[in-house]
């Protein structure tokens, strides 16, 4: 399961659907594997307003991950010149991009929990799947 | 448009995953029809790119087959090339095999790559947090049986571990019913689905794609849907085997007008 991921869910459980603690899960005695991805530099920027930045700060925090910048980068801080566009020559992605690559589409989580700060419940994680099923008494 | 080629599910278990179908491909030719690429252009191509990168979510991926193609046929249907998708299903052996399904459709891509997110072992949408998905998938258990797979069992025949060969038969047969038995008029599941839609959906730009049956009444259907504001639209984007007037099967388009 990637990081980025993570920063969609929260706990399954109705209960839980208006609690600010039910977002971010927090990750429990977790495995992590790096799977190598090609690196698409236009979704790294694009997919960036679409993120809860506290939430992925404080995610990597509990994982042990490098720290991250208080601030979400700006486009600026993802390409190496004025150039904006991905596709243009002389467009380099920059060290802080490759970083968020690495982080949020080629970090995964094979084996472990997550676990709502609401309710407490644990959703197991195997083989890099994660399981939110709830038996019938706690939907 | 050229046909576009059906994602290979050649590693998928078809005794206890649904494999894919006249309804599968119904959901392949309505996505790529030029109608829906129109339609999804207008939304979602480049120029509303400070939106952020569209969601596309399926619920019940089975094989992956559907996903998959929109996966890798994300730069036609939305056109951009930076779209993310995520799929659930409540069957984790098809949550496995749709991962892989997924991947492999994306790794055959040539240019910028969609990104697969995950397939999440869940009900439906649950987990998913309110409001983020841009394109929403659902080709339902829509067969009208009486009762739905035995939902106190499903825990133990979700493990992936090896069992005797008559639990292993039983398993595979709750497995198999849970991605075609509907219930009552086939539409339990799809009921269940329709009332997450105005919550799971993005409130300006998400869109919905339904598969119905015409035992599930389709036209009742659509009203319903009308009913739930004035903002709602409906109408029926795609179909299949129309007999004396009747569609055998159709997709719904749900979707808010501002
Ligand atoms: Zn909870």
């Known amino acids: ?139 | 448009m050229d046909m576009l080629p059906t994602p290979d599910t050649s590693h998928v278990s078809f005794d206890r995953i649904y494999e894919p179908y006249e309804d599968s491909y119904l959901f392949l030719d309505t996505l790529s029809s030029a109608t829906e690429i129109s339609f999804l252009h207008q939304r979602f191509s480049a120029a509303h790119e400070q939106h952020g990168s569209p969601m596309i979510v399926e619920t019940g991926v089975g094989s992956g087959v559907v996903l998959a193609f929109a996966a890798a046929n994300a730069h036609i249907i939305l056109g951009r090339p930076d779209v993310v998708t995520l799929g659930t299903d409540i069957n984790s052996f098809a949550c496995h095999a749709a991962s892989k399904t997924v991947e492999t459709a994306i790794s055959e891509m040539r240019s910028l790559k969609t990104t697969s997110l995950d397939i999440l072992n869940t009900d439906l949408t649950a987990s998913i947090r309110p409001g983020l998905v841009d394109v929403l998938i659902f080709n339902p258990p829509y067969v009208p049986t009486e009762d739905l797979p035995d939902a106190v069992k499903h825990a133990e025949y979700n493990l992936r571990s090896t069992m005797s060969p008559a639990t292993s038969f039983a398993r595979d047969s709750h497995l198999l019913a849970l991605s075609y038995a509907g219930g009552v008029n086939g539409m339990e599941v799809t009921n269940k689905l329709l009332a997450e839609i105005p919550v799971i959906l993005h409130p300006k730009r998400g869109v919905a794609y339904v598969l119905l049956c015409a035992q599930n009444k389709p036209e009742a259907v659509k009203q319903s849907i009308r009913q739930w504001g004035s903002e709602w639209r409906v109408l029926t984007a795609g179909f299949s085997g129309k007999k004396g007037g009747w569609e055998k099967l159709q997709i719904l388009r749900i979707w808010r007008e501002p």
């Open chain 1, 1 to 139: 399961m990637k990081i980025l991921t993570l920063n969609f869910l929260m706990c399954a459980r109705k209960a839980c659907k208006s609690s600010s603690d039910a977002f971010p899960l927090h990750p429990r005695d977790v495995e992590l594997e790096i799977v190598e991805t090609d690196i698409n530099p236009l979704f790294i920027r694009n997919i960036l307003p679409r993120v809860e930045w506290a939430a992925l700060r404080a995610m990597c925090n509990e994982l042990g991950l490098p720290q991250l910048s208080e601030t979400q980068p700006s486009c600026t801080d993802l390409f190496s010149t004025e150039n904006l566009d991905p596709d243009a020559t002389d467009s380099e992605p920059t060290q802080t991009l490759r970083d968020l690559h690495n982080l949020l589409v080629q970090t995964c989580i094979m084996e472990g929990k997550l676990v709502c700060g609401n309710c407490g419940h644990e959703y197991a994680i195997k083989e890099g799947i994660a399981n939110f099923l709830l038996p019938s008494h706690m939907v």
